[in-house]
C-alpha cells in the first residue's frame, strides 16, 4: 500500500512539475476580462494580462489549491494524448513540427522527459521493484552459496572421519584422535549454519578490501558500500532519479556529431530530437517492466528491447531531418554506438558520485 501511494504522488509530482516548465499557450482563459493585474498594474484586455502573463482571476480558498493541482495535471494529460502518439508512431514528424514552432498543441521535449522520468521511478515503486531490498538479497544469496560449499567441503571430510573412527574400531584401536575431529568438523557445519543468515555482506567485504584505486576516497567509498550494500544501491537509484536529465546535455554533441556539415541544423534542433528520443526510451521501459511484471516471456521482452529503439531511432531520424534511407540508416548505427557510449559513461559518474558521497 506504501509502494502504491508513493507512486501514485510520484505522477501526481511529475505532471505537476512538468506543467510547470510547459506553455499554456492554446488553452482559453477563464478571468473576468477587465480591471487591473494584481500582479503589475496593466490594465486587462483578457483573461490573462498581455504584459506579465498572470490571470485575471485570482483564487483565495483553499478550495483553489486542490482545483491548481487538478488544473495543473488535467489539461498535461490533454497535451500528452495528443503528443504520445506521434512521438510512438510519427517521432520525425512530432520532432520536426515543434522545431518548426508548433508549440501550443504538443507538449514540450523537457515537459514530457521530466513527466516520464518521474512516470518510470513511479512504476518501478508500483511494480514493488526496490533497488536496496534487491541488493541485500543478491549478496546474501552470494554469501550462503560460498557458506553452502563451505558446509559441503566439510562435511565430505566429516564423513572421512566417520569412516577412519569406524575402522579403528573395528581394529580394536584408540578412537579419540578421530572423535575430536569428527567433534570439530560437526561444530564447524552447525557454525556455518547458524552464520549463513546473520552475515551477508562478508563476502563483498572481503573482495572491497583487495580494490585500491589510488583515489583515497574512492577506496573509502568502496569499503563503505561493500559494507552496507544495501544503502550503495539505494543512493545509486536516487542518484539516477536526480540526474537522468544530463542526458540530454551528454547526448547532445554526439548527435551534433552526426550532422557536422549540415550548417541549417543547430544544437537547438539536435536537443529537442534527443529529449523525445530519451522520454520515449523512458515509456519503452515502463511498458516493459509492466510486461515483466504481468508475466509476459522473458525473450519477447528481450525481443522488443533489442528491435523497437533502433527502428524508433531510424524513424526520428529519418523523419526530423529529411534524411533517405541509407543517410538514416548508418545513423542509426552511430547514434546506437553514441548512445552506449553515453549510458556507460552515466553510469560511471553515478558509481563514482555514489562511492564518494
Known sequence: MHGELS???????????????????????????????????????????????QSAEVHRSVGAIG??????????????????????????????????????RFVSPLALFLFTVFLLFATISWMGWDGARAAGDATAATTQVASAQAADRAGVQLARERQVRQQLALAGQPTTHADASIAALQATIDGIGLMQDKDNAGGLRGIAGKIHTGWARLDEGIGQAAANPALAIYKLQSSAYKYSWTLIPLSTPFVALLFLWRR????????????????????????????????????????????????????????????GKTSAAWRTVVLL?????????????????????
Open 337 to 357: 554506438t553514441f548512445s552506449f557510449t553515453v549510458l556507460l559513461g552515466f553510469a560511471a559518474l553515478l558509481l563514482i558520485h555514489g562511492l564518494m558521497d
Open 67 to 104: 482545483h491548481e493541482i487538478a488544473h495543473g495535471v488535467f489539461h498535461f494529460e490533454g497535451k500528452v494524448w495528443r503528443t504520445l502518439p506521434l512521438l510512438v508512431l510519427h517521432p520525425g514528424a512530432l520532432t520536426r513540427r515543434y522545431i518548426a514552432g508548433e508549440r501550443a
Open 7 to 53: 507512486a501514485i504522488g510520484d505522477v501526481m509530482t511529475g505532471a505537476v512539475g512538468a506543467r510547470t516548465i510547459e506553455p499554456r499557450a492554446g488553452e482559453a482563459g477563464h478571468g473576468h476580462g477587465n480591471g487591473i493585474c494584481l500582479n503589475c498594474g496593466t490594465r486587462l484586455t483578457g483573461g490573462y494580462c498581455h504584459a506579465c502573463g
Open 264 to 323: 541549417r541544423f543547430t544544437l537547438y534542433d539536435h536537443a529537442i530530437f534527443v529529449t523525445y528520443s530519451i522520454a520515449f526510451m523512458m515509456m519503452l521501459m515502463i511498458v516493459l517492466t509492466i510486461a515483466g511484471a504481468i508475466g509476459v516471456d522473458s525473450a519477447w521482452i528481450g525481443l522488443a528491447a533489442t528491435v523497437v529503439p533502433p527502428v524508433h531511432m531510424f524513424v526520428q531520424l529519418r523523419g526530423a531531418y529529411s534524411l
